[in-house]
């Protein structure tokens, strides 16, 4: 059975806890004080999430933003540059995603693992579990046309 390797991070409702098993079955579990935990199958393409038994319907658009929904909310994880990302709920700016260049590295399989994210005021516990879980199973930023033809050439070629 893998090792199970834990983190904590500060929220702004307590301490976040993030809990991740490694390779070869990546899952990921966002958990706090107050927050509802959410598990996550990490993947900058392909991700998955579940809240309380229940999977949270994400799909990926053309220009990479990763959408959630959750109930009557819309998320929205909008890549802004190879290491940054906004995160918004029903069209309304959340948070701001401060990712690090470890994330694209070889064999990385958590891309948001050392991501920061900041958070706008008017938030709730459900917006930081969902939010959280998103920016660490889908990465804060996107990697530009040049960065993508490198990773499509090194995983092809490896």
Known sequence: MPKLQQRVIDGPFGPIQISHD?????????QGAGIPAVTVVPDRDHGAMNMGGHNIPTSRARNRT???????????????????????????????AHGTF???????????????????????????AVGQAM???????????????IFFWYDNLS
């Open 22 to 30: 490694r390779w070869p079955s990546v899952v990921a579990r966002v």
């Open 102 to 128: 470890r994330s694209y590295a070889p064999g990385r399989t958590i891309p948001g693992l050392d991501a920061k994210v900041t958070w706008s005021q008017g938030i709730d516990p459900t917006d930081v």
């Open 135 to 149: 920016v660490l199973g889908f990465g804060a930023g996107a990697p530009g046309i040049i960065l993508r033809t």
């Open 66 to 96: 990763r959408t959630a929904v959750v109930g009557d909310r819309t998320y929205e994880l909008r890549p802004r540059g190879l290491r940054r990302a906004e995160l918004r709920r029903n069209g309304t700016l959340i948070a701001h």
